[in-house]
């Protein structure tokens, strides 16, 4: 194996974490924006979502007004 192939082998490795760490944060967003939603759904307030999923009050209700 010759220099270059381990180094583009590396930056393979590298760049597959990367697209499976973006991923993780993805799904990790659009499952607060989930929870968001079904919180307003159960009449919480939207401080108490925003407290509870760490996540500004207008964020919260950004992600209110686009799911309904």
Known sequence: MSIFEYDKEEEERKLRKAE???GIKE???QKAKE???MMN???FPVE???QALQVDEDVIVEWIKTNK
């Open 20 to 22: 499976y760490e973006a």
């Open 27 to 29: 799904g990790e967003l």
């Open 35 to 37: 929870t968001a939603v």
């Open 41 to 43: 759904k159960m009449k």
């Open 48 to 50: 108490k979502i925003a």
